[in-house]
């Protein structure tokens, strides 16, 4: 196996992480869904958290596409 | 093949506007095309506020927005740090409003002139670490102007026994540092990836319809129309992106000023 394409496989196997990010953000909008469908009057006041979860689950996915980045881009 | 390649990253090249570079003492100051843009979103940024401040008694459709734009924030401010918090309604307002113009200038299609393709201003980590520096900043400043060295406590949850000090501080105190770096970097990504998948699937159009065959052609539509919904997104990530940096900005700025 060449080096590049040990590297495109690597790059590869970052963006995985992109994936998983996607399963995270699915789940906190899902469940912000599930509680603000049962009461859907403290659904407003909770806008600020949603935000938040997704915030955090989501900078883990953009973290997993820079490690991508780095490696196609800047490893030599 | 090299022929038709499109580089997705030459979109974020930073180059002087007017083809040459401003040298003075050893650094290039030329005006680049980020600062161009910069000045764009500033005037754009002008031209909306000024629009509404006629103070009008029954207000026209402009002054709607702007004041629905203020109280926005406001609110924003009141929920996540509370009524000493509306000092920080200015800064925050010109954080969110500055991220969310600069943002979708961005990903306008003025492209389709000739000769003419926007930045994207926020694409570049430079400009939004220092966004998250300041931010930093006044939080670090808010926080020691008015609990002293008593802001250290900030490390030490409530609650917590003991004998777990020695594992939460180093935590927290990495968690705290660590804020700056992942408030810049979540801006800056996003912005960069949305653009990235903009720039890729155009790379598919063109390359489909110089295939010059059904296959190709057909290759070419699909793309179309999945740019079509990713600019749909793109657009919703803009205002998310500014949201969650003005709503984040306003968090460390609730724990600073009341310390958990």
Partial sequence: ?76 | MAAGKIDPMEQFMVEPVLGRRIEIGGFDLSFTNSALFMIVVFVLLALFVSGGLKRQLIPGRWQVAVEGAVSFIDNMVLTSIGPEGKKFAPYLFSLFFFILFANLVGVMPIAILPGLHTFAVTSHITVTAVLAFLSFGIVLAVGFWRHGFHFFSLFVPHGAPGWLMPVIIPVEFVSFMVRPFSLGLRLFVAMTAGHILLEVFGSFVVQGLQAASPLGSFVSLLSFIMIIGVSALELLVCAIQAYVFALLTSLYLNDAVHLH
């Fill in chain 1, 1 to 76: 196996m060449t080096d590049l394409g040990a590297m495109y496989i690597g790059a590869g196997l970052a963006a995985i992480g992109i994936g998983l990010a996607a399963l995270g953000v699915g789940n906190v909008f899902g469940s912000f869904l599930e509680g603000a469908l049962r009461n859907p009057g403290a659904a407003d006041g909770q806008q600020g958290r949603l935000f938040i979860g997704f915030a955090a689950s989501e900078l883990l996915g953009l973290i997993a596409f820079v490690v991508a980045i780095l490696i196609l881009f800047v490893v030599k």
